[in-house]
């Protein structure tokens, strides 16, 4: 699938006879409505995002849709609080607070309830997991531990993708994206169940054009995904559910190994299914179940060759008693992988079956009419360090209904992997360069402080501003090779601020500004040999900002324009960079919209992550989308 005329008119005619009228859902937010927003990432319950004591930003549908992102990755670039650098057409490496790189560990992410991290790295695999982003309700993005709540990997920041109920995407959707490096089909049709409830299947189709290094050499980094699934939703009295699942499959042109040697192509594939139930009892009390079963194969000839079977089981319980508001529950995972050697890694034993069991319990107390402590712990055992004690306190003070000064210490680990334990470089046979420390390796402990305010001044300007400081122990370090085991023996702090405004001087023009600052102090500790150091640990910017700049030109024209700035990355070095991305959306009728978007339109192309030979560069582009509804 090239970015041809004919590939584009196929794309239109296909877009053309599935739709007719608008989609409702897609609605800006005023200031007010936005502080009002209730989001449930913070305290595993609804709140509104003016009275969470965290650094929590929210994409919203609509910056989703004006920002013209057709991935997950790319819509989270919208987050001030995230580092998003795209190392070639398919991969991303996305953090907060620091330690970036493409296999990063201290992120955790969901997608409606769904833990989606790889636990034989403890990672994500960007490429395979994507979703119809037209069906996003929002995104809730808290930099700083969420571990109390959501367990071991929640160190550095959640990531919460939250899809609307089936009943908020009914009719009919198709969307089409043509561009100089990359293509979508997409359709959605929703209907209903009778009394039972509603439901909504979708299906896409996406394209990658391979990416060029600075020499111009092509990169084998083709991608093509194709993704169906389905969500059903019900409600019967005091009773609420939901049932979804998602089934892909994704190919790469064929890879060269030290680029001689043709290795085969990357495939990845998987499916999964979700069950959530939800009791409302009297006295604002609700108790929650939900189940889920993730299957994915990953074929990748250079690296390795992991198939996993992930299991997952949890309960939840809210009540409140006079001034307390509780949450407590617990949860049983269990993963099964073989993970076959690729030319450059391998695992022994091969195979492996892990279990995760957590309880935990979060109070929050209503100390007057203006403060509010939450004290919270977690109690998580895995198979490799026992029982993770996860505690936390967050305290809030409104000192005016519209401002909020927050402060909170928490404790997170990013407990051992698969990959900490039984790595082996080149894999054997061979004479081993790298093996994991399967032994004596334990898990990396983050103790957080965090201080913050979050104020709304009238109806047009808000803004946020939160400082962190970690102190960090045990972080994976290395040896000299042969035989080089995996160690904890890096320590030190990270700290730094983050800032982000959203100001409206008139209705038809919004402006969104962000900024964070990160300081590293990190250091190999006394006796270690680790010939690399912290710079193995991520790749990260002293500070980057953005600006976005969103006008309604008329009532069917609009107008954004988004500016994000990235400081160097210091090993390996990457040259700072600006891009300006601009997107014009037309509707000339109530049930179509159209779109043209231009990325990184002031310079050819610039480079974002990765070592300087082969590392990709991202060029400009140019694309069109077109989105029918009925």
């Known amino acids: 699938m090239g970015v041809k005329i004919a590939a584009t008119s196929a794309a239109l005619c296909f877009a053309a006879s599935a739709v007719q009228a608008a989609d409702p859902g897609l609605t800006d937010l005023s200031i007010e409505e936005l502080a009002n927003l209730q989001i449930t990432s913070v305290s595993r319950r609804a709140e509104r995002l003016s009275d969470a004591a965290a650094a929590v930003y929210v994409i919203t549908p609509e910056a989703i849709r004006r920002s013209g992102a057709t991935s997950l990755p790319q819509a989270l670039r919208l987050a001030p609080n995230l580092q998003v650098a795209q190392v070639n057409a398919n991969q991303y490496a996305i953090s907060a607070r620091g330690f970036n790189n493409a296999i990063g560990n201290k992120l955790l992410v969901l997608i409606d309830g769904r833990t989606v991290y790889t636990p034989f790295f403890s990672g994500v695999f960007w490429d395979q997991q994507d979703l119809l982003l037209e069906d996003v309700e929002r995104i809730e993005v808290i930099s700083g531990p969420g571990a109390t709540l959501w367990g071991s990997n929640a160190v550095n920041g959640v990531i ?327 160690q904890n023996m890096i320590d030190g702090s990270t700290r730094g601020i983050e800032a982000w405004a959203d100001w409206r001087p008139v209705p038809r023009w919004r402006l969104s500004a962000g900024f964070t600052l990160l300081l590293e102090d990190l250091q190999v500790m006394p006796g270690s040999t680790d010939p690399v150091g912290p710079r193995a640990l991520g790749n990260d910017p002293h500070h980057q900002w953005s600006l976005r700049n969103s006008i309604d030109l008329t009532p069917t024209q609009e107008l954004d324009i988004d500016v994000r700035r990235v400081a160097a990355l210091p090993a390996p070095q990457v040259p700072a960079y600006t891009a300006w991305d601009v997107r014009y959306g037309w509707r000339p009728r109530a049930d179509l919209l159209l779109a043209l978007v231009g990325r990184n339109l002031f310079q050819p192309s610039h480079a974002e992550f990765g070592e300087p030979v082969p590392r990709s560069e991202i060029a400009r582009s140019a694309l069109l989308q077109v989105t029918w509804t009925y």
Do not use: C
């Open 160 to 486: 919460n993708v939250i899809t609307r109920a089936a009943s908020e995407t009914q009719g009919v959707l198709a969307v089409a994206d043509a561009g100089t490096d990359e293509g979508r089909l997409a359709a959605r049709y929703g209907g209903t169940l009778g009394e039972l409830g509603h439901f909504r299947l979708y299906g896409k189709r996406s394209h990658l054009s391979p990416t060029r290094n600075a020499a111009g050499t092509e990169a084998t980094d083709r991608w093509d995904m194709q993704q169906a699934g389905f969500r059903a939703d019900g409600s019967a009295g005091s009773d609420d559910w939901t049932l979804q699942g998602d089934i892909y499959r994704g190919i790469s042109d064929a890879q060269f190994f030290v680029g001689l040697i043709n290795a085969g192509r990357l495939e990845a594939a998987g499916a999964n299914l979700l069950g959530r139930w939800t009791h409302r009892f009297d006295g604002d009390s609700s108790l929650r179940l939900q189940a889920y079963y993730d299957r994915s194969k990953r074929d990748d000839p250079v690296s390795y060759r992991p198939q996993e079977r992930i299991a997952d089981i949890e309960a939840q319980h809210a009540l409140r008693l006079g001034a307390h508001q509780l949450v407590w529950g617990g949860g049983y995972r269990r993963a099964s992988d073989d993970v076959q050697p690729g030319v450059v890694f391998g695992f022994v034993p091969a195979s492996r079956t892990l279990h995760w069991t957590n309880l935990f319990l979060q109070d929050g107390i209503r100390m007057g009419d203006t403060v509010d402590l939450t004290l919270g712990a977690k109690l998580e055992h895995n198979d490799y360090t026992g029982t993770e004690k996860l505690p936390s306190a967050r305290l809030a003070w409104k000192p005016a209904p519209q401002q909020l000064l927050w402060g909170a210490v928490s404790r997170a680990v990013r407990a051992p992997a698969r990959l900490d334990h039984d790595l082996r470089v080149p894999p054997p046979p061979r004479p081993v360069y790298i093996i994991g420390d399967g032994s004596s390796f334990i898990s990396e402990v983050a103790t957080v402080f965090e201080l913050g305010w979050r104020e709304q001044l009238g109806a047009q300007l808000s803004w946020s501003v939160a400082a962190f400081h970690t102190r960090w122990s045990r972080l994976r370090s290395g040896q000299p090779p042969p035989n080089a085991q995996v």
